[in-house]
């Protein structure tokens, strides 16, 4: 999250946690949602950047972005780890 502050990264955290969570059909809190986000902002830029597909520029919007592609993964692995087996 280059270029968007302490304050802005935790807004675009909560941002990225609370779009990720409605996109995966989720209900978490603010905490949770913002965790989620900047995990998402860790795992965002990793993911994106090994398949060549990082945004030209930075800046709040593309911060958000990246973070929401990323927690949105977070999720879904969180979910796989998490499934209970069937019996």
């Given amino acids: 999250m280059i270029g968007v502050g302490l304050l802005g ?6 941002l990225a946690g609370f779009i990720a969570e409605q996109l995966m059909g989720g209900n ?4 949770t949602n913002l965790v989620v986000g900047l995990i998402g902002a860790l795992i965002g830029p990793a993911v994106l950047g090994s398949l060549g597909m990082m945004p030209a520029g930075g ?3 593309a ?7 990323g927690a949105i ?5 969180l979910r796989l780890v998490m499934r209970k087996p069937v019996a």
């Avoid at 978490?28 to 905490?31: D, F, V």
């Fill in 28 to 31: 978490h809190g603010l905490l």
């Fill in 59 to 61: 800046g709040f919007l």
């Fill in 73 to 77: 993964i977070f999720l879904f692995l």
């Fill in 63 to 69: 911060s958000l972005a990246i973070s929401t592609v």
């Fill in 9 to 14: 990264a935790i807004l675009v955290g909560i």
